[in-house]
Structures are given as C-alpha cells and as structure tokens.
C-alpha cells in the first residue's frame, strides 16, 4: 500500500491521531504503517501496538528517549507495551487509535474504543512532528495482514470520539474469520486497504459535527499481494 502524500498535504499532520481497523496474521508482522519521513510509525512490538514519532526537528520517540528518570516512566519509551490492552491478537480484527499531542506532551492510545493508556512525555522537549520531505505513507515491507477503515485525523480526538467511531464501524467485522494461508514455501500477504484517494469529510456518521470537518477519511478497493517464502531470511517474520 503506497498513498501519496507530500509536506503540504493534509495528511502531513503537526499533531492528530490515526485509526485503523487492524488483523495481524501473525504477531511479529513489524511496522504496520508508516510515513516515508519517519515522522509517524505503527509497529508491532512483542505482539503489542507501538507507535513511533519523529518531530521536525530533534525529537524522537525512541529507545533515546528516556533519561535517568526512566523508572518512573514505564511506558515512555516502549509506548503501549506491556499493558494488556495493546495487543494486536492474531486472526482477531481490532480498532486501534492513536494520537500524538506536542502541546500537551502527551501519547494516547485506543483499543475497540477503550483507553490503552496515556503517555507521559511531561520531562521531554516534543515538537510538532516533522513534515519536510513527506512523499507517502506505506505499509512495511513485512507486514502481514488486513488494514482496512484507515482515518487520519490533524486533531486529537476525545475518548468519546474514538467510542464513537468504533460503536459505529464494529459491526462490519464482527464475527469475521479472515485469515491470510500460509504454507513454509509461500507467504501470503493479503492488505485488504480501503486506501488509493484521500477525501476530506469522508464519513459522516461516525463523529459529531466539530470533528467531521477536522477529518480525513481514505478509502480504496481491496488489493492482494504475494511474496515468495523462499529460503529463510533473518528479516523475515516466519509463519
């Protein structure tokens, strides 16, 4: 999945939230998606979400993050993990949202609308998340699974936001038993993306009026990729 995007496109948000409707085949399937600057990632990370950011200038959100304060802060530096929460699950579709808030110094996490857990970054210098030299959001290269409903939002959303977000699209895959077929010669890498054109005020009934005009709401056919298995790699997820 490529979408174009570009340092003056709305997707090239300072500050917001993304969600996502989310099937991993297996739970060590690497970044999920991620923007071509760094400026945003979500990854999997001992089968939990982990969301990664990049500020336009010298923060990142990373393994440097922490300073001698590190006790105090469990989740900082490896965001969701290991609240029980923020687990992708494998075969099992999940509504997961996050947002970052450089004003509030703050990471805030979702899952089929309740609250994962809010990130203290209180004792960091954040900024605004960078937006020079954007030129798509893809999906990683070892990705395994189904992404579908992508939303990318250039405000922080409520709780009651992403509540209503999920009430109102959880019935589409209730019940769902979409798996990807794996065999030790071939994996298949099925990307079921709603994902080719951005369109603002996009979906119109899932949020109260002060959010829709705030939206972008991006959706596509679904698209089907394959890969051969080959012999084994060290940067492979096995199956």
Same mark, same amino acid.
């Given at each position: ?128 998340? =960078? ?80 959010? =829709? ?27």
């Amino acid at each position: 999945m490529r979408i174009p995007a570009s340092p003056d496109s709305p997707l090239a948000i300072s500050r917001g939230t993304i969600c996502l409707w989310l099937n991993v085949s297996w739970t060590d399937s690497g970044t999920i998606l991620e923007y071509s600057n760094s400026a945003v990632q979500l990854r999997i990370y001992r089968r939990h979400l982990q969301p990664r950011f990049r500020g336009e200038n010298r923060f990142n959100m990373g393994a440097n993050v922490l300073g001698d304060d590190w006790p105090r802060f469990l989740l900082r530096e490896e965001a969701f993990y290991p609240h029980s929460m923020a687990v992708v699950g494998e075969g099992q579709w999940h509504h997961f949202a996050v947002a970052y808030d450089d004003r509030s110094k703050r990471v805030t996490g979702w899952r089929d609308g309740e609250l994962i857990s809010v990130v203290d970054l209180s004792t960091i210098a954040v900024e605004p998340l =960078k937006r020079e030299d954007l030129k798509e959001i893809v999906t990683g290269n070892d990705f395994a699974g189904f992404i579908d409903d992508l939303r990318i939002y250039n405000r922080i959303l409520s709780d009651d936001d992403v509540r209503n977000i999920f009430n109102s699209t959880r019935s589409v895959y209730a019940g769902r038993t979409d798996a990807i077929p794996t065999t030790t010669r071939w994996r298949f890498t099925h990307i079921s993306n709603r994902i080719a054109r951005c369109i603002r005020h996009g979906f119109k009934h899932a949020l109260p009026p002060a959010v =829709k005009d705030q939206s972008y709401y991006v959706k596509s056919q679904p698209k089907v990729r394959t890969r051969p298995f080959g012999p084994p790699q060290t940067n492979w997820p096995r199956p």
